[in-house]
């Protein structure tokens, strides 16, 4: 009896859990002057007054106001408050009419536990943008995949705002451009560009809707019904101080779970300290584990975009449309992506 009931539960593929009709794409709200965004710790505590006093003044700098969330300050344990106290500070933000946008202050760890908690009722019928990254990715991927609605990521407060960052972050959110990403290509004193390179694993050109994160992240909520559609998306990732066996572990993970066979194309963004680690003779290199996993797939791929723990970053929309170039390295959105 049970194995004929089997087929019933329907987990044949890589999103089995997730739900069988996708939710209708929804577009935030763009931010304008003089627009108030909430500022949120869903992770790690903040520990620094001063790290939020900075975030205030940056976003005021772009002609934005802020307010705090009520949570901000909390500690528990390595988690900023409580998952309940978390979880309230995410829904209230989407819950207030007088709030325009919300930035996460920190990544860390912790996300994931309040995917259960979010009230993705009042989320759907209040959409705003939602801005982070690394740990921020659960609950940019889950929005998605439960209301439709596109998120970002991109810059956390904490982060280096400069000039690089502060221009993809303005062009997709305030100007509603369908943004072309590309890397820096700065020579300096050099004969060559040297830095921020992007290595086409796969060339190519593909179309589809991106989706993606933090490795780490990702790989640790398969198997859950918070994760989009994995078919014919454009998977990009990152991660950081992950050594290069735990980045194949991970790849191996999202092999075995079906999602790198359902996906048209792959942006591979930054892998900071990411190294084969004491002990490690004879490890393979990084570029070697992509490759193996990556080349197989026939799709288009690189890596080296300008994603992940770096100073300066793209805001890259979850649920978006898109197009990458594997061969000059860019992701070209179709539309913009905030109305």
Same mark, same amino acid.
């Given at each position: 009896?049970?194995?004929?009931?089997? %087929? &019933?539960? #329907?987990? /044949?593929?890589?999103? +089995? =859990?997730?739900?069988?009709?996708?939710? @209708?794409?929804? *577009?935030?709200?763009?931010?304008?002057?003089?627009?108030?965004?909430?500022?949120?710790?869903?992770?790690?505590?903040?520990?620094?007054?001063?790290?939020?006093?900075?975030?205030?003044?940056?976003?005021?700098?772009?002609?934005?106001?802020?307010?705090?969330?009520?949570?901000?300050?909390?500690?528990?344990?390595?988690?900023?408050?409580?998952?309940?106290?978390?979880?309230?500070?995410?829904?209230?933000?989407?819950?207030?009419?007088?709030?325009?946008?919300?930035?996460?202050?920190?990544?860390?760890?912790?996300?994931?536990?309040?995917?259960?908690?979010?009230?993705?009722?009042?989320?759907?019928?209040?959409?705003? %943008? &939602?801005? #982070?990254? /690394?740990?921020?990715? +659960? =609950?940019?991927?889950?929005?998605?995949? @439960?209301?439709? *609605?596109?998120?970002?990521?991109?810059?956390?407060?904490?982060?280096?705002?400069?000039?690089?960052?502060?221009?993809?972050?303005?062009?997709?959110?305030f100007d509603g451009e369908?943004?072309?990403?590309?890397?820096?290509?700065?020579?300096?004193?050099?004969?060559?560009?040297?830095?921020?390179?992007?290595?086409?694993?796969?060339?190519?050109?593909?179309?589809?809707?991106?989706?993606?994160?933090?490795?780490?992240?990702?790989?640790?909520?398969?198997g859950s019904d918070y994760?989009?559609?994995?078919?014919?998306?454009?998977?990009?990732?990152?991660?950081?101080?992950?050594?290069?066996?735990?980045?194949?572990?991970?790849?191996?993970?999202?092999?075995?779970?079906?999602?790198?066979?359902?996906?048209?194309?792959?942006?591979?963004?930054?892998?900071?300290?990411?190294?084969?680690?004491?002990?490690?003779?004879?490890?393979?290199?990084?570029?070697?584990?992509?490759?193996?996993?990556?080349q197989p797939l026939k799709?288009?791929?690189?890596?080296?975009?300008?994603?992940?723990?770096?100073?300066?970053?793209?805001?890259?929309?979850?649920?978006?449309?898109?197009?990458?170039?594997?061969?000059?390295?860019?992701?070209?959105?179709?539309?913009?992506?905030?109305?």
């Amino acid at each position: 009896m049970a194995a004929a009931a089997v %087929p &019933l539960l #329907g987990f /044949s593929s890589a999103h +089995s =859990l997730t739900p069988d009709k996708e939710p @209708k794409v929804l *577009l935030p709200p763009r931010l304008k002057r003089n627009d108030t965004v909430g500022l949120i710790c869903p992770a790690g505590a903040a520990f620094s007054k001063e790290t939020v006093q900075i975030t205030i003044e940056t976003l005021e700098a772009l002609g934005l106001k802020v307010k705090l969330g009520r949570h901000v300050f909390d500690r528990f344990g390595y988690l900023a408050g409580t998952d309940q106290a978390r979880a309230e500070d995410v829904n209230a933000m989407f819950a207030d009419k007088g709030v325009q946008g919300i930035l996460a202050i920190h990544g860390g760890w912790g996300c994931a536990r309040l995917l259960p908690l979010l009230d993705y009722k009042t989320i759907q019928r209040n959409p705003k %943008p &939602l801005i #982070g990254y /690394s740990d921020i990715t +659960s =609950l940019l991927v889950a929005i998605t995949a @439960k209301t439709g *609605l596109v998120t970002f990521h991109g810059p956390v407060g904490a982060a280096t705002w400069n000039k690089f960052s502060a221009d993809f972050f303005t062009k997709v959110l305030f100007d509603g451009e369908a943004v072309l990403f590309e890397n820096p290509k700065e020579i300096g004193d050099n004969l060559t560009i040297v830095k921020d390179r992007i290595t086409t694993i796969t060339p190519g050109t593909a179309r589809g809707r991106l989706v993606g994160g933090n490795l780490t992240v990702l790989s640790s909520i398969i198997g859950s019904d918070y994760l989009p559609h994995w078919k014919d998306a454009i998977l990009f990732l990152e991660d950081i101080n992950e050594n290069v066996y735990k980045i194949d572990r991970m790849l191996t993970q999202l092999k075995l779970a079906g999602v790198l066979d359902e996906v048209k194309g792959v942006v591979f963004g930054k892998c900071s300290d990411c190294d084969p680690g004491s002990g490690s003779y004879g490890s393979l290199t990084l570029e070697e584990v992509l490759e193996q996993h990556l080349q197989p797939l026939k799709v288009p791929v690189y890596s080296g975009a300008m994603i992940g723990h770096i100073t300066h970053k793209f805001t890259i929309p979850v649920g978006a449309m898109a197009e990458i170039n594997a061969a000059n390295g860019t992701i070209q959105l179709l539309n913009g992506v905030v109305v």
